[in-house]
């Protein structure tokens, strides 16, 4: 094999959608004739009341970022002491809770679905668990039933990371409505962009109340002392960019379809590399490629094959590497054991994908890695 | 028809068809935006320390003339993460002025602090060098000062008392852009202290949609808030420390640096301003001007005082004005230190924050506006009997 680019320009791994100039212009000359540039403009309420309506809930509470997002709903929920949380995601979601004052209590996650289930989580739970914060990794529902029901019996708190999963479903239902409340992620590498941007989900009247007053300092009714309140809302800019988006998202979801297929038969047949459907079944934005690694059988590591891809301008990357548990400030006052966790961190490795990668992207890159497992795989070296 | 009846708080026609207000909206280059906007479209890049956030940082450097500058979402992000980096290990309490920004307090406190509020010297309305002086103690964390849009900070006397005792002195100072100390130096606000805020608010003189930046001298602190900015990411995006999603977006970026080029050309309109209000203000004895003269000079605000004996108060003046649309706050009314229980009374600060009014001011706001503000605080003069009785507190 060459050791040349395969690509002329590198591949990156994220949606990366961008908007159609002639909307964009418009949609900004419209901020600009109003001279309403942030602090609940008129394209804020839009967002809320258009992301209310795509997620099925009765609120939707647009701010600044998904961690935002995550850090106020967290306040606003008033926990105490420790919350049950997977290290097999993005450390926002672990990091949000020591912004809200609150004890991560790192729990392993099923290798299957690469979440948290009911089970591990109940080993967990002491006098000292207030909540626990499932993540949809990849878009799939994370167990929502069952933790439902566990904290229930248990009277806990149920949250969701929802960063991955706008417009997917969990046996049908849209995610959004899971547990007391769900945050999502408007990030540029997101199906959903605000360039930056988040929202809470929830269809509890007082939250939702309580998350407006939070996510800024405007003047509001609600003056209870001790409520930390942020400026943390979107701007009309960010508000611009998410409705635009979601004009598109059907489309953006059909693309993401149509490249999630190409891999899936286009990396079928190889010895020691698994592609993760994630999506089987259910409605999902198919926002991501994920490939598991078996190295004993593909005959390399997924770092290596991470490094060869990369040479070749297919910016492929660990996601996530390593486990949140083995970050700082966690690692170094924290034993976890989570031997799944720590496994899958080294086996799973995220291909390109969005706007930006066409077809053919696609079918060489599948081709790539057919290639190099072919020259890996010792049954073929004779 | 009678001034009384001509009123919009008693039903007559606002005075201003569009509201006007405090802030300074300015949109001076839309295209450069707008080209800005494509070139990163064209780049797929909208975030996460983009080329025209690189710019931006590069460009607020040469203005503060500092060795560092870190965009951040807003300004609100940079004072925690500050404060919390800053912070003297042990020590609880964050001192600040009551008069200023209410979002302060709640800052601190996401930083792990609690406020400890200071009075103010009454011509700049900043940190008092004495009060802060009888409240340093063991238990001070840090200073959290504010240059005003009258006056800067005494920032001689603030530096000479907190690197005596050992505290760091952290300025929020989107009031004092593109000004300079010069008390015993020619200093650019930005360059003192232990670091220093601004916001791109686009309330504030650089519109940036929202976003915020801090300068500093020191290579520690820059580098632990470009990590802390964006999750704690040391090498390969694994986070050496506690961080969170502080990262200003690339639109925003656009924007700031599109108005940034501008800044002295809005500088100079705001001071035309200031100057239109001087003119047409001046026949009326019963309301006067902050006494801007140790001002970086900006004029973003427009501070208005009401004395004593005129015929309304200060919030009479509010209520008609507002109804009129011309959308005026109370200065830092209440001052801070009211929510919280428990503070001793600072007479200054309580004094200050009684008799200021912000008018309108900013790109909105021309020269018409301000006569026609003048206009009718002459017919209030005028008619202040019969008004005063409308009010329902009778005659003065």
Known sequence: MSDKPAFTAPLPVGQLNMPDPGEFREMFEGIFARRRYTHHGPLELAVDEALAGHFAVRHAIAVVNGTLALMLLLRAMELRGEVIVPSFTFPATVQSLVWAGLRPVFCDVDPATQMLDAKRVEALITADTSAILGVHIWGRGCDPHGLARLAKDRSLQLLFDAAHATSCTFEGQRIGGFGRAEIFSFHATKILSGAEGGCITTNDDALASRLRTLRSFQASDEHAAGILRMNAGLSEAQAAMILLGLRHLPRFIEENRERYELYRQGLEGIN??????????????????VVRIEPEILGMSRDELLEWLQARNVLARRYFHPGVHRTEPFASDMAARLSVTDELCQVLLQLPTGQAITHDHVRSICALIQSISTEQQPTNTT | ????????????????????????????????????????????????????????????????????????A??????????????RPGASRVILPSLTFRGLPHLIRWAGLEPQFCDIDPLTHTLSPTCLAQLIDSNTAAVLAVDNVNGLCDIDALERLTLDAGIPLLLDAVYGIAGRYTTGGDDNVGSRGSASVFSLNASTLINGF??????TNDDQLAAKMRRQRNFGFGQDAVSVELGLNAKLNDLHAAMALSNLEHLHAIIADNQRRFASYQQYFQ?????????YSQSPGTFSQILLKVEADAPYSRDELIRILRAENALVQPYYSPPLHHQEPGTRALPITDSISRHFIQMPAGDPVDEMDIRRLAQLFKRL????AAIGERLGRGPQ
């Not at chain 2, 026949?283 to 006494?291: H, K, R």
């Not at chain 2, 003069?381 to 202040?384: C, L, R």
């Open chain 2, 381 to 384: 003069e005028q008619d202040a």
């Open chain 2, 283 to 291: 026949d009326l004895a019963w309301v006067s001007f902050a006494d």
């Open chain 2, 74 to 87: 807003n300004a609100c992000f940079a004072i925690i993460l500050a404060l919390r980096e800053l912070a």
């Open chain 1, 272 to 289: 020691g590399l698994e592609f993760i459907d994630y999506a089987a079944g259910e409605q999902s934005n198919y926002q991501f490629a």
């Open chain 2, 210 to 215: 929202e976003g915020g930046y801090l300068t």
């Open chain 2, 1 to 72: 028809m009678s001034t009384t009846t001509s009123l919009a708080l008693f039903g007559g026609q606002p005075l201003f068809a569009q509201p006007i207000a405090n802030e300074q909206l300015a949109n001076r280059d839309p295209e450069r935006f707008f080209a800005l906007a494509e070139d990163s479209f064209k780049r797929r890049r909208l975030t996460n320390q983009g080329p025209v956030v690189d710019e931006l940082e590069q460009r607020l450097c040469d203005l503060h003339g500092t060795r560092h500058c870190i965009a951040f």
